[in-house]
């Protein structure tokens, strides 16, 4: 997660933008309640952006 924030920090403009990371503990999954959406799934182990 840290690796992510690094380079997605390279690409944000602080004025214009505001990201968010959050931490997911892989329990949590198996709790989250969705709407409107299939049930939740584990997060992938890395994003490609």
Request: net charge negative.
């Amino acid at each position: 997660m840290r690796l992510l924030h690094q380079k997605v920090e390279k690409l944000v403009k602080p004025e214009e933008d505001d990201v968010r990371f959050y931490w997911m503990p892989t329990e949590a999954a198996s709790v989250v309640l969705t709407t409107g959406s299939s049930q939740s799934e584990l997060p992938p182990k890395y994003y490609v952006l």
